[in-house]
């Protein structure tokens, strides 16, 4: 009851502030950019040690995915925010004679966030950026899941932006049940689909429109590229896209790899060699391995290890330590198909190597999947690249890379099926927090009759 009263209070605090138009102005959006700017810059430190102290990362790799990406959006939005708000002429046809068409880019109003706790700062400040450049007010509702970052958001937030358009709200399922019984403008959420079907049926009610950025299975197809050195190029971006961000527990991280039979040996033994040289003989003892962020994921994962046919097709890795919450950088071959570890989204450090006869078949293979939010392609084959993006749908392609994609602003970030609903980042992200009203200008001269009745033929002819 009593966290009732708080969210409702802030969120009609919030719409209060909406209408008073405060957040409209450019000066306004661009302030509290630069302030989220000044908030990365002056507390760095802080941020690399939530991050260590939930995730166990490593202060490169917090600033690659999450302090880095974050200043890169923010940066991009002050240089581009003015430019992306000013209304675009439309062609109007000879038929409206006279007039002129515009597209007016507005405010969506009082809107929410939740995000994630596997990228727990940028997941829950790159959209509050969008949210930001377009207008809005804002509720974040960060994951209880990482909890450090969680109370650095809310307490370090309100120092910086304005805390009459900006809220952090904190708390788990119980807070996110309060937040879903009120009315948003928009609803922005990072998370798992199950949690996002309860946030649609409860956005339905209001009919709140959704962005709903989810997960699945990402599968990397490793075609048979005749040249060693480009086979172990793309062997060592699938061990960096597989390990390197948050160990595995990434939306778009590589969940499996599809290869021909006659390559697994030469795939296996590579993934081997190039995991020692990133993590070292003992990757326990590496500090630059994040580990798994609790003990109900960690249970999930080693769970998903148990089953005997699944055990006897592990060929590297598989020591857990449950005190450290670590799980050794793991690889499968051919596990079987109708085993847990191949029908749910993995997310985390363990890697099943899928064999086929012939490259073609991983097409078929995975459009018997839910729609990934990524495929991954390792191939110079422009015929088999063709077929990919023709015959399989998911969030996006990548060729010859991993992850890639989530660092640039030009392309659209967002699922489709199974792993999402709409879309963010650059100006995508504006769009996602914007209406774009249609504007039709008249003037009042130059009546045409017949649009009028009486109704008569000849009005007809016309
Ligand atoms: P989750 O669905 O458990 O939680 C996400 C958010 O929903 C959190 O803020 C949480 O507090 C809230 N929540 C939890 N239970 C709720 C309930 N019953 N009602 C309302 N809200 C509730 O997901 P997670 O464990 O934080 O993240 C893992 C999932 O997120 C994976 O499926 C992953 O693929 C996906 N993910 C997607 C992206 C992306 O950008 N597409 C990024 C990161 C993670």
């Known amino acids: 009851m009593e966290i009732l009263g708080e969210v409702e209070e802030s969120v009609r605090e919030l719409r209060e502030y909406f209408k008073s138009g405060s957040t409209r102005s450019v000066k306004w959006r661009k302030t509290q950019i630069t302030a989220l700017v000044e908030l990365l810059h002056d507390h760095e430190d802080a941020i690399f040690k939530a991050l260590n102290q939930d995730l166990g990362k490593h202060p490169v790799e917090s600033y690659r995915d999450e302090v880095g990406v974050v200043a890169k959006s923010a940066n991009n939005s002050l240089n581009c925010v003015e430019k992306w708000m000013a209304p675009k002429q439309s062609h109007v046809p000879l038929l409206f004679f006279p007039a002129k068409g515009e597209l007016l880019p507005e405010p969506l109003g009082v809107v929410l966030i939740f995000s994630s706790w596997n990228f727990p700062i940028s997941l829950a400040l790159d959209p509050l950026i969008g949210a930001i450049s377009a207008g809005n007010v804002v509720v974040l509702k960060p994951s209880e899941q990482a909890p450090e970052c969680s109370s650095f958001l809310a307490n370090t937030i309100p120092q910086y932006l304005d805390s009459k358009a900006i809220k952090v709200i904190e708390g788990g399922v119980d807070v996110c049940e309060q937040l879903l019984l009120q009315k948003w403008d928009k609803i922005f959420f990072t998370g798992s689909p199950k949690v996002a079907s309860i946030v649609m049926s409860a956005a339905a009610k209001n009919l709140t429109p959704v962005t709903l950025e989810l997960g699945g299975k990402c599968p990397a197809i490793l075609d048979s590229l005749p040249n060693p050195s480009d086979f172990r190029l793309a062997v060592r971006r699938i061990v960096g896209g597989k390990w390197g961000p948050c160990s595995g527990q990434a939306c778009i991280g590589i969940d499996y790899v599809l290869v021909e039979d006659k390559f697994k040996n030469v795939l296996v033994d590579l993934l081997k060699r190039i995991i020692k040289k990133f993590y070292g003989e003992d990757p326990k003892e590496s500090k630059i391995i994040a580990r798994i962020v609790n003990k109900h994921h960690f249970e999930r994962l080693c769970n998903l290890l148990k089953e005997p046919l699944v055990q006897a097709s592990i060929v590297h890795g598989g020591s857990v330590d449950e005190e450290k919450l670590?799980?050794?950088?793991?690889?499968?071959?051919?596990?079987?198909?109708?085993?847990?570890?191949?029908?749910?989204?993995?997310?985390?450090?363990?890697?099943?190597?899928?064999?086929?006869?012939?490259?073609?078949?991983?097409?078929?293979?995975?459009?018997?999947?839910?729609?990934?939010?990524?495929?991954?392609?390792?191939?110079?084959?422009?015929?088999?690249?063709?077929?990919?993006?023709?015959?399989?749908?998911?969030?996006?392609?990548?060729?010859?890379?991993?992850?890639?994609?989530?660092?640039?602003?030009?392309?659209?970030?967002?699922?489709?099926?199974?792993?999402?609903?709409?879309?963010?980042?650059?100006?995508?992200?504006?769009?996602?927090?914007?209406?774009?009203?249609?504007?039709?200008?008249?003037?009042?001269?130059?009546?045409?009759?017949?649009?009028?009745?009486?109704?008569?033929?000849?009005?007809?002819?016309?």
């Open 326 to 462: 670590f799980i050794e950088p793991t690889i499968l071959l051919d596990p079987p198909l109708d085993a847990q570890i191949m029908m749910e989204e993995i997310f985390g450090p363990l890697l099943p190597v899928i064999t086929m006869n012939r490259i073609q078949e991983t097409i078929e293979f995975i459009n018997s999947r839910p729609k990934p939010l990524a495929i991954y392609a390792f191939t110079k084959d422009e015929t088999l690249k063709r077929k990919i993006l023709s015959e399989t749908s998911s969030g996006s392609v990548v060729f010859n890379d991993t992850m890639v994609q989530f660092l640039c602003d030009a392309l659209p970030f967002g699922g489709v099926g199974q792993s999402g609903i709409g879309r963010y980042h650059g100006k995508f992200s504006f769009d996602t927090f914007s209406h774009e009203k249609a504007v039709m200008h008249r003037n009042l001269c130059l009546e045409i009759e017949p649009r009028y009745p009486p109704w008569n033929k000849f009005k007809m002819q016309f």
